[in-house]
């Protein structure tokens, strides 16, 4: 979010939170997790932990004035930007051995993948077709294989986690699905996440926990297929047709 793209038209307090690298609080119309915890609320989840870094006031400033009656805001501190599964260990208190959700705060997921993630028996992940973000969503279609292809098996158990297209179809032929950070674990995930080695770009990551999981813990996750899109802020050049898709939206927290 902080590269410079000629190709969007980014100006004030969007240019400054881009500046930042703070993608979730870029505002469309007001702050995008805000529409993120929204959808949460209207899935029925009730308590949230935002992981931050120790930089981040601004996000606990702005819950701390909005004071929402819906969800019960807590954090979680990432002291260091050590990766997303080093990330998902520092809400090991907040998830006190219950099931939790782990979901990214610069993707706005369709409520009834939440909601369906909630009523499902822990561990699982929602598989979101590609085809779907690409035609309803805004992922453009040549940087939809950045998103990780989930292998499934027959019975519909997530197998890993590829980074190339998908051997399983989806809604339509040839299709796969895709991988958006949107998860249900139990406690064992923080064993996995400890375990798990430094990747090649000097991160713990979460899907390679997840596999580590798979493979040597018996873990099996149940994958929830969606054909509804998902809204990916990612870059500058994403800003204005989120923005335009998300107009409209009540936002209630």
Not at 89 to 103: K, Y
Not at 110 to 135: D, N, Y
């Amino acid at each position: 979010m902080r590269k410079a793209d000629v190709s969007a038209v980014v100006g004030g307090d969007q240019a400054a939170a881009a500046d930042a690298g703070v993608k979730a609080m870029i505002p469309i119309g007001r702050p995008f997790l805000d529409y993120v915890l929204s959808a949460l609320a209207d899935a029925g989840f009730e308590r949230v932990c935002l992981v931050i870094g120790p930089e981040h006031k601004s996000i606990r400033d702005h819950y701390d004035r909005v004071r929402p009656s819906r969800l019960s805001i807590e954090y979680a501190v990432q002291q260091e930007p050590l990766g997303t599964a080093n990330a998902v260990l520092a809400a090991e208190p907040f998830a006190n051995g219950d099931p939790f959700v782990v979901l990214n705060s610069d993707n706005y997921y369709p409520v009834e993948a939440l909601a369906l993630l909630r009523r499902t028996e822990a561990p699982a992940i929602v598989g979101f077709a590609r085809s779907a973000l690409i035609e309803s969503g805004n992922v453009d279609p040549g940087k939809a294989e950045r998103f990780g292809a989930l292998e499934i098996s027959d019975d519909g158990f997530l197998q890993s986690i590829i980074p190339r297209r998908g051997v399983h179809s989806g809604h339509s032929p040839g299709d796969a699905w895709a991988s958006m950070n949107c998860w249900l674990f139990d406690s064992r995930i923080f064993d996995a996440c400890r375990a798990v080695p430094l990747s090649a770009r000097g991160e713990f990551e979460l899907p390679k926990a997840v596999e580590l999981a798979i493979d040597t813990m018996g873990m099996q996750f149940r994958v929830i297929r969606m054909t509804e899109p998902v809204l990916d802020l990612s870059t500058r050049a994403d800003i204005a047709e989120v923005q335009a898709r998300l107009a409209g939206v009540v936002v209630t927290l």
